[in-house]
């Protein structure tokens, strides 16, 4: 008997051991291919951030094919960053909002929306934007996304996306040869950490939104936002601070002048806002004979979409 327990398992021991062995698997492996699941994401997002990175690299050193030539392997200088462009959960790549969806992992910062692998679904609902469009507007042309495109500003007016813009329009050139676009006054857009204001009806060039894109924060080749003087005679874009808005108490009777003026006086870019619309104002620093909006030197703000 002893000689026998020692060749081999009993019945019972080698169940045991497979009942065991059973739920070890039925515990590790969904943890394990969700944790898979999860890291392929940040590679295949990683991959797709540095394309966009290497494009816009491209883009301010001149070049004017679109992101979906790019991906499409007709800018000869980025072949080798397209070559390290892969899925590692076998997804393909399309543009976007100008930005790179993966057909396995939605678009770049997506909450688990895209998970039709291993795991789907997973992660929905988790992280800073749930259910939100977040990717459609928050990384477009990669870097230069905003967090306030989208947000709702003075109750009705919605931020729009200024680089999505510049995208579409250097798109619209290449796919159809018409250049540029007449930009609407008073539509509010957001650029980085910062709103603008269209001003009177600018004419804006795909060169233009192609530089612009690549201006590392700031907008002047289309703007003139740092140089009132210039934006009264060329309105274009204004970046305005809607932390200093004013309304009509600011509009004050001056005996001295016996009339209405502005105390304090108006600065260019500030917004005024009451009964539901508001306004920025065009003209120059320290102005105090204005009329009150709509009229004289005010622009009504309205979305950027
Ligand atoms: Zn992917």
Known sequence: MKNNRNKGFTILEVIVALSVMSVLLVVTV????????????????????????????YLSSGGEKTLAQALNGEVSDMLGTLHDLKCPSGGTFSVSNGSIVCSVHGPIGSTGSGGTGS?????????SNPGGESG?????GGGTGSSLVGTTIFSDIVVGDWT???????????????????????KVYAYGNSLYVIGNNP????????????AAGDINKVGYINNPDA?????????????????????????WHSGRYWSPALKHGVVFSEGGSSYVFLGSDNTVNESLPP??????????T
């Not at 943890?31 to 394309?51: D, M």
């Not at 999505?164 to 329009?169: V, Y």
């Not at 004419?203 to 690549?214: C, E, F, H, S």
């Not at 009229?295 to 950027?304: A, F, H, V």
């Open 203 to 214: 004419y804006l060039k795909a060169a233009d939104a192609a530089g612009d894109i690549n």
């Open 295 to 304: 009229n004289g030197n005010w622009i009504k703000l309205i979305s950027g």
């Open 231 to 255: 934006f009264a005679t060329n309105n274009k874009m204004l970046k305005i601070d809607i932390t200093t808005t004013i309304s009509s108490s600011s509009y004050v009777w001056d005996q």
């Open 30 to 57: 969904p943890q394990l291919t969700q944790y898979i699941g999860s890291s392929e994401k940040s590679v295949c997002e990683a991959n797709r951030l540095e394309f966009i990175r290497s494009y816009n690299i």
């Open 164 to 186: 999505a813009l510049c995208n579409q329009i250097i798109k619209d050139k290449l796919d159809s040869g018409i250049d540029g676009r007449v930009l609407t006054g008073g």
């Open 119 to 127: 795991n789907p679904g997973g992660e929905s609902g988790t992280g």
């Open 136 to 140: 459609t507007g928050s990384n477009p």
